[in-house]
Nanobody
Framework: QVQLVESGGGLVQAGGSLRLSCAAS????????MGWFRQAPGKEREFVAA????????YYADSVKGRFTIARDNAKNTVYLQMNSLKPEDTAVYYC????????????????WGQGTQVTVSS
């Protein structure tokens, strides 16, 4: 079993940056691909980005491509989401989750989830 804890959320002005972290427990972290999702009030959970087990391959939603970067440090059991050029529409609770293939964008294929961290972008 894997436990995930997100951090790094907060309030930022449009155009600003934040870096989210997701710390995982357990010795099997490096065997999982990892993803980030977000959910705004009244909306479905939306795929943001994913990274394969080694960090060499990544996959992004079109809405964040060129602005967000996902990376992982297996020595620290941590996956990151660097968010630049933030927009008010990026406001949501951000979740990290585990999966077996980094090219999955449906939450159905993700098993372990963190509790989420709030990101609010003011205009």
């Amino acid at each position: 079993q894997v436990q995930l804890v997100e951090s790094g959320g907060g309030l930022v002005q449009a155009g600003g940056s934040l870096r989210l972290s997701c710390a995982a427990s357990g010795r099997t972290f490096s065997s999982y691909a990892m993803g980030w999702f977000r959910q705004a009030p009244g909306k479905e959970r939306e795929f943001v980005a994913a990274v394969n087990w080694s960090g060499a391959s990544t996959y992004y939603a079109d809405s964040v491509k060129g602005r967000f970067t996902i990376a992982r440090d297996n020595a620290k059991n941590t996956v990151y989401l660097q968010m630049n050029s933030l927009k008010p529409e990026d406001t949501a609770v951000y979740y990290c989750a585990t999966t077996v293939n980094y090219y999955y964008s449906s939450p159905t294929y993700y098993n372990y989830w963190g509790q989420g961290t709030q990101v609010t972008v003011s205009s």
